[in-house]
C-alpha cells in the first residue's frame, strides 16, 4: 500500500522538472517553485522552458489531475510539504568550483519561511560536506523558532533525452542519510518506483520487466561523493576512448574494434567508450572540475582527473587541426557543421563540444553554416554569426567541408549520395565516428573520422 507524500521541488530546471513530474506521476502532491517567475508563468501555461521527450506530457496530466502545482511563492511550496527537494543550479565558478549560493538562499528561505519540521532533500549535484554546511545554515537560521530540519542527499543520474524513464526506472536510488527516520521516509516516497507500482507513461501504464532498482543508504558524505565519482569515472573512460583513438590513428588500428572487444570484459563494460569530440552538456565538464577542485581542497592531488580534462578540451585542437591540414586555408571557405547540441535527442548546447568547434572556425574567419534538428534556436541567440540552414542537403550545398560534430541518427541516414552532389568539394570530416569510412570512400568522399 504506497501513501501519497506531500513534497516541493525548488528549482525548475531539468532536474527540478523532471523530479517534480515525475514524482507527481507515481501519486504524490508536488509543489514546485523558482525564483525565476517567467519560468513560473511558462509551465501554469502548459508550456516548457526546455525540451526534453515525454516531459510535455507527464506535465500536463499531472497538472490536470491536480498532483503538480507551480508556485513562485518558495515559501508557501515549502510550508505545504513534509519533504523539500533542492533541484537549484550549481554552476562553475571562474576557479571550477561549484557555485552553491543559490542552495545557500535555499537554506535560509526554508528555514525562516518552512513553518516546521522538514524532510530536506539535496538533489543538486554538490560538493562532499554540502550537506554538513546546509544542515548548519538550517538551524543557525531556523534558531527562534527551534524547528528541526532532517538533510538528506539524493543524487540523480538523468541523462539528458532519457530523464524521465531514468527517473522511473533507475539501476538505483542512492539515498545519504545521517538519522534512519530520513531514509525510511525516502524509501516511502521512492516506494512506487522500488516496487515497480505505478501507471508508466512509456510502457501503456505497465512497468516493464527490469529487475527492480537497488536502494542504496549511505552517509549523506558518501551519496554527495557518489555522484561525483559516477561521472568522473564516466568521463574518464571517454577520454580513455579518445586517446586510444589517437593511437589508433597513428598505429592503423580501428578504435571501434579495439573499445568493442575490450568492452565485452564485465570488468570494463561497453558504453562510453565512443571515441570522438569529446564529453560536453551542463554536467559531465562541470562536475569533473568540481571533483578536482574539491580534491585539491582536501590536499589530494588527483592527476589523473586533470588528464581527463586535458584529453578533452584537446579534441577541439584535433579537429580543427585535421580540418585545417585538408583545407589549407580556412579563411572563406564555406564549411557545413552537422550538429550543434552537446549530445542527439536534445537542444541543450550548454558545454557543447560542437558549439566549441564552431567558435573555432568563426575565430579563423571560416563561412560557417549549420543545422541541427533541435538546437539551432539557441545557437542563434549565442552565435548570430552563423548561418543556419533548414535542412542538410541545403547546409551542405556548395561548401568545401561537411563536419559531423554531434551523433544525431538522422545524419547517419541521410543520403551521402546527394550530399556528394551537393557539396562543392566532398570532404566530410566525422568528428563523432557515426558513419562507415569504406562506405564513404566508395562514393567518392575524401573522409576523416577518428581513431579508424
Ligand atoms: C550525464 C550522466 O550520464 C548522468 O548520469 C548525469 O546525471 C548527468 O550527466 P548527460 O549530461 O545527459 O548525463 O550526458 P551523457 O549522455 O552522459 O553524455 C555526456 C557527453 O559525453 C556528451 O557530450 C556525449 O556526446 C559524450 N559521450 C558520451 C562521448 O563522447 N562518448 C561516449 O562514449 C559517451
Redesign the pocket.
Known amino acids: 500500500e504506497s501513501c501519497i507524500l506531500r513534497i516541493s521541488v525548488i528549482g525548475c530546471g531539468y532536474v527540478g522538472l523532471v523530479t517534480g513530474a515525475c514524482f507527481a506521476e507515481i501519486g504524490h502532491q508536488v509543489t514546485c517553485t523558482d525564483n525565476d517567475d517567467s519560468k513560473i508563468v511558462t509551465l501554469r501555461a502548459g508550456k516548457l522552458p526546455i525540451y526534453e521527450p515525454h516531459l510535455d506530457a507527464l506535465v500536463a496530466r499531472n497538472i490536470s489531475e491536480g498532483r503538480l502545482h507551480f508556485t513562485s511563492n518558495a515559501g508557501e511550496a515549502v510550508r505545504s510539504s513534509e519533504a523539500v527537494f533542492i533541484c537549484v543550479g550549481t554552476p562553475p565558478l571562474d576557479n571550477g568550483d561549484a557555485d552553491l549560493s543559490a542552495i545557500d538562499n535555499v537554506a535560509r528561505m526554508i528555514a525562516t519561511e518552512g513553518g516546521g519540521p522538514k524532510l530536506v532533500v539535496e538533489k543538486s549535484t554538490v560538493p562532499a560536506q554540502t550537506g554538513q554546511e546546509l544542515k548548519r545554515a538550517l538551524d543557525v537560521y531556523s534558531r527562534k523558532s527551534g524547528t528541526n530540519f532532517t538533510v538528506a542527499s539524493n543524487p540523480?543520474?538523468?541523462?539528458?533525452?532519457t530523464a524521465v524513464n531514468d527517473f522511473l526506472h533507475p539501476d538505483r536510488i542512492v539515498i545519504g542519510v545521517d538519522e534512519p527516520a530520513a531514509a525510511k521516509k525516502l524509501r516511502e516516497i521512492y516506494a512506487p518506483i522500488l516496487d515497480k507500482k505505478f501507471h508508466c507513461p512509456a510502457h501503456d501504464g505497465k512497468c516493464p520487466d527490469s529487475p527492480p532498482p537497488a536502494f542504496v543508504v549511505t552517509t549523506v558524505n558518501s551519496a554527495e561523493l557518489i555522484k561525483h565519482a559516477?561521472?568522473s569515472f564516466?568521463a574518464l573512460?571517454?577520454s580513455f576512448?579518445n586517446s586510444l583513438a589517437d593511437m589508433c590513428d597513428q598505429l592503423g588500428a580501428d578504435v571501434q574494434e579495439v573499445t568493442a572487444a575490450v568492452g565485452m570484459d564485465p570488468r570494463i563494460g561497453p558504453?562510453?567508450?565512443?571515441a570522438?569530440?569529446?564529453?560536453?552538456?551542463?554536467?559531465?565538464p562541470k562536475d569533473v572540475q568540481a571533483f578536482i577542485r574539491l580534491a585539491e581542497r582536501v590536499g589530494i592531488d588527483f592527476t589523473l582527473l586533470k588528464a581527463v580534462e586535458q584529453v578533452n578540451k584537446q579534441r577541439i585542437d584535433l579537429l580543427f587541426a585535421k580540418a585545417r591540414k585538408a583545407l589549407w586555408v580556412l579563411k572563406g571557405k564555406k564549411i557545413a557543421l552537422l550538429g550543434l547540441a552537446?549530445?542527439p535527442n536534445t537542444d541543450d548546447i550548454r558545454f557543447s563540444?560542437a558549439i566549441d568547434a564552431a567558435r573555432r572556425f568563426l575565430a579563423e574567419g571560416a563561412n560557417l553554416h549549420a543545422y541541427d534538428p533541435q538546437a539551432m534556436e539557441k545557437t542563434r541567440k549565442l552565435l548570430p554569426e552563423i548561418s543556419f540552414a533548414r535542412n542538410p542537403y541545403d547546409l551542405v550545398n556548395d561548401a568545401d567541408a561537411a563536419i559531423i560534430a554531434t551523433?544525431w541518427d538522422e545524419f547517419k541516414h541521410l543520403d551521402w549520395k546527394r550530399v556528394h552532389n551537393e557539396m562543392a568539394r566532398p570532404l566530410v570530416i566525422d568528428a563523432r565516428n557515426v558513419l562507415n569510412p569504406a562506405e564513404m570512400k566508395s562514393l567518392g568522399f575524401e573522409y576523416y573520422s577518428f581513431g579508424r
Not at 156 to 161: I, K, S, V
Open positions: 540523480e543520474f538523468l541523462r539528458e533525452g559516477s561521472n564516466l573512460k571517454i576512448a558504453q562510453f567508450l565512443q570522438g569530440l569529446g564529453f560536453g552538456g551542463f554536467c559531465l552537446f549530445k563540444p551523433e
